[in-house]
């Protein structure tokens, strides 16, 4: 083939593409989405969101941008959330203990010790009892573009370390904004309060109160670790973390625009789990560094935990809906084989 019919060729088929690309990308207007976030930056919801936010403006030639915004600086997990769904603001990732006063049923997930592993998590939240849940949330106004995670929840505290049930015993602590939270802990034996994310370190500091629970890459990216003495690993709750869109913005957007912010949220998702599985392992050791006294249960001292706060489940199921829960259990039940 002489030279110029091959460059015509290749020619023919490069436009062609790129004819075809435009064609999608007309559908894109310039947009600028903004999330909130409750940690900063350096949290591997950082990861996630450059992962995503890459991955829009990829496949939207250049138009679609995700401006993400730390430390609370448009809200809590909560006042956010609300935010959304008036659609003041385009998105925001939140824990889903927070959104439980919105929507009951996401209160399964804040039952202690549901989840052994981050694997079950993965398995039940990217399947379809995970799109269960996010089922129910464009009915208040929210749409879940995918399950990214904060993790397994620690306790620390200024007081002691936690060695068994009793140390619990009037310590004062920070809980989430939540009925379950609130009830297990008060359940341990400690002085629970509800408190939004955004105020916990001064709370700390000003000895307001004496500990809270967290993953450990919330409690290392916040700098608990200068205010908070005692770490103690309870891994008493895992949670999911929700990366919510406006539903009233969502619906002015056209179907390609749509479809690649879940796509791209997955992409994140990916980014974001890696990434916070990767801090966890190494954050004990730095917790440590930072002069944590980081202590674990005794396995029978962790049993009288878990049988304390087994109470739990009876008493919130009405209020979680039984529906939620048999659907989660059973899935678990699924997984672990039994
Ligand atoms: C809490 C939550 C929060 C997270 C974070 C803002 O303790 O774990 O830390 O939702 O993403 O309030």
């Known amino acids: 083939m002489p030279i110029h019919s091959r460059l015509s060729r290749f020619a ?32 591997p919801m950082g990861n996630g969101l450059a992962k995503m936010g890459a991955c829009t403006l990829e496949k939207s030639g250049g ?5 993400a915004f730390w430390d609370g600086a448009l809200g809590s997990d909560l006042t956010g959330t609300q935010s959304v769904r008036t659609g003041s603001l385009d998105m925001v990732i939140t824990s889903t203990a927070p959104v439980v006063s919105i929507v009951p049923a996401l209160g399964v997930f804040d039952l202690p010790f549901l989840f052994n592993n981050a694997g079950e998590a993965d398995q039940v939240l990217d399947g379809k009892v995970g799109d269960w849940f996010s089922a129910k949330l464009p009915a208040v106004g929210l749409v879940n573009l995918a399950w990214w995670e904060n993790g397994f929840r620690h306790t620390t505290n200024s007081k002691r370390p936690i060695t068994k049930v009793e140390d619990f015993d009037g310590v004062k602590m920070r809980v989430m904004q ?16 509800p408190m939004a994310f955004t105020e916990v370190y001064s709370a700390l500091e000003t000895k307001t109160v004496d500990g809270q ?100 489940y009876e008493r919130h199921a009405k209020a979680i809906g039984d529906e939620a829960i048999t659907m989660v259990s059973s899935e678990l039940k699924r997984i672990r084989g039994n």
């Open 213 to 312: 629970e967290n993953p450990f890459t919330n409690i290392e990216n916040m700098k608990f670790y200068e205010v908070q003495k005692y770490l103690t690993l309870t891994k008493h709750a895992y949670s999911p973390t929700l990366v919510l869109f406006s539903k009233k913005i969502w619906d002015t957007l056209s179907p390609p625009e749509q479809t690649t912010l879940r796509e791209c949220a997955l992409q994140g998702r990916d980014e974001q789990r890696r990434a916070n599985r990767a801090m966890e392992a190494r954050s004990v050791d730095n917790l440590k560094a930072k002069g944590m006294a980081v202590n674990e249960i005794a396995p029978a001292e962790m049993q009288r935990i878990r049988e304390r706060s087994s109470v739990i």
């Open 12 to 43: 023919a088929v490069a436009l062609a593409a790129g004819l075809a690309a435009g064609a999608a990308q007309a559908q894109f207007k310039e947009r600028n989405f903004r999330v909130s976030n409750g940690v900063s930056k350096e949290h």
């Open 63 to 67: 138009k679609m941008k995700i401006q």
């Open 178 to 193: 939540n009925t379950i939270f609130l009830d297990t802990f008060k359940t341990l034996g400690t002085n629970a309060v």
